[in-house]
């Protein structure tokens, strides 16, 4: 077994703190014992301690004057936990947590492991000062972002390693097709109608005013699209802004905003296509979390979208400054048996996103650091 402790801020549970508990509930499979620290305000200390996994709380503020006696108090307990655990690497899940672990870790001589989720920029070097054992990317954009900015003697190995996304069991056709007419019936969906769909925060980089406007000029008019999430913002100008923008184009019966969905399997299994026009991203874990319940979907083909969908094989990707183009790819969607592409989807999504081939892979990266 190797002894990893990872460290996270996680103020909130996002796709970043999914992917970390997609490890930590199944590391153990790959030789990975693992503990966690977060601040004590953090949500993942209760999901922790609910599902068994050893997690201590510390002040993870970085290092700066104004919280340097916080920083310096904290020093001597991490040192503790990491000496009672034998720690082998330590694993910072954002670069957000870096600053507060990278001296600790290099008095101890400990490896040390970023993860790089988020879009890199100039920035980014604040954050970052220590060099590390390992820089890990979620995506060959994200790389191309870290090697733009950071020298080649910051991390001494680079990788690129796509997130895990949470899996059940592959289902048979008939089994498939009843799970979807069930799941049709408990959001009230009329199986008559093709159902594009949206998933995910309504904010400006998500696309959804243009996906809004794209999906009002399609000719063919059987369909609806489900808009599931919520505008993250305080003031909710934007997911405002696009409920105005369905009343303009009068699409009150065809555009449904149904909030936070819980359920994200009943929702994938809905839906006849998942839609994701983002302005940025740096992977897209939707089409991922999709393809496993066979669904596809039209992405936009910017930043990490086009590692997570092989076009017009597991999903479609369109260029979104192009109306035409993606106008044309919706229609053409709408007209094609989608069985066949969802189980595509599916079978690619088991070769890269699996969460115990990520936790091997994982070991492999922590026993070659």
């Not at 068994?52 to 510390?58: G, P």
């Not at 790089?116 to 995506?139: Q, V």
């Not at 289902?171 to 009843?178: G, H």
């Not at 936070?260 to 940025?280: C, G, L, Q």
């Amino acid at each position: 077994m190797i002894n990893v402790a990872y460290v996270a801020v996680a103020p909130f549970i996002s796709g970043s703190e999914r992917c970390l508990q997609l490890i930590l509930t199944h590391c153990h499979s790959s030789g990975i014992n693992p503990i966690l620290i977060t601040p004590d305000s953090s949500p993942m200390k209760q999901w922790a301690i609910d599902n068994n996994i050893v997690h201590y709380s510390c002040d993870l503020s970085p290092f700066n004057l104004k919280t340097f006696w916080r920083w310096l108090l904290v020093q001597p307990k991490l040192y503790k936990i990491l000496k009672k655990h034998k720690i082998d690497v330590i694993h910072s899940n954002q670069i957000w947590s870096y600053p507060a672990i990278s001296f600790i870790s290099n008095l101890l001589k400990i490896k040390r492991v970023c993860h790089f989720r988020d879009p890199i920029g100039s920035g980014s070097r604040w954050w970052l000062k220590a060099p590390l054992s390992t820089a890990i990317c979620i995506s060959k954009h994200i790389r191309k972002e870290y090697e733009a900015i950071f020298s080649k003697h910051h991390a001494n190995h680079l990788v690129t390693l796509i997130d895990p996304v949470s899996f059940h069991s592959a289902l048979n056709d008939e089994d498939r097709i009843s799970i979807k007419a069930l799941a049709k019936r408990k959001l009230e969906l009329n199986e008559k109608i093709f159902t594009f769909a949206f998933i995910g925060q309504v904010a400006p980089v998500k696309g959804v005013l243009e996906l809004i406007e794209f999906i009002a000029k399609i000719q063919n008019s059987n369909w609806q699209l489900l808009i599931a999430g919520k505008d993250p913002s305080e003031d909710q100008n934007y997911i405002d802004s696009c409920k105005l923008k369905v009343t303009e184009l009068n699409l009150q019966n065809k555009v449904k905003f149904i909030g936070f969905v819980e359920d994200t399997r009943d929702f994938y299994h809905a839906v006849d296509v998942i839609t994701m026009f983002s302005k940025e991203e740096p992977l897209g874990l939707i089409p991922l979390e999709a393809a496993v319940n066979y669904t596809p979907s039209i992405a936009a083909n910017v930043g990490g979208l086009p590692e997570t969908i092989i076009n017009n094989k597991t999903g479609w990707l369109v260029d979104i400054s192009n109306e035409q183009e993606v106008i044309k790819t919706l229609e053409f969607v709408m007209n094609t048996n989608l069985f066949d592409i969802g189980s595509e989807a599916r079978t690619w999504v088991e070769s890269v996103s699996l969460p115990k081939i990520h936790c091997n892979k994982l070991k492999d990266i922590y026993l070659n650091t």
